[in-house]
């Protein structure tokens, strides 16, 4: 069957603003105010959220700030996993290019490095979930992107055919997994650095979801 894995931050829905916000919560409770922007410090926000704290604290002047985060990490994730939705917006025209090709036959999945609860929850709340014939987190397993595993045990949760398989995604963590999956890869221009990923060589770019299905069907149709 063929098949498309999708990333999920900065894939398919911008979930910048509730990381940040989640990372300003725990500078705010430490007296700091907010130390990360939104529109700014989007790139850092997908890097992840020990990613965000170390920036904070750079802002602090804080380069010895590893214990720190290791502290306010877990109050990080909190907070997010009580907020998941507040900012966060799908990309426009992801739904009727899912559906697009659910009606094809294509077997469809999600391969992300956000925890796998965290993940499963924000599908849920913004009425997806149930679209996806599997979705594998950061902590599903042993290994995550851009080790192949995940992307792997993606595409046999959805029954998928990795020979027919390509990853949709928007960093250089995405392309080395599909380069180590032995798959294609297309990347989005719409993500935290736009056409910047045109960089990475990876076999297509999306610049919207109207030509989603186009692409793929390129690429192994």
Known sequence: MKTVIFDLDGTLADTSGDLIEAANACFRALGHGDLLDMETDKACSFAGGRAMLRLGYLRLGLTESEDLIDEQFPLLLKHYGENLDRYTVVYDGVRPALQRLLEADYRIGICTNKPEGLAEALMQRLGMREMFGALVGADTLPTRKPDAAPYLETVAR??????????????VTDRETARAAGVPSVLVTFGPTGRDVEQLQPEALLDHYDGLFEVVESLIG
């Open 158 to 171: 959805v029954s998928g055919n990795v020979a027919r398989s390509v990853l949709i995604g928007d960093t």
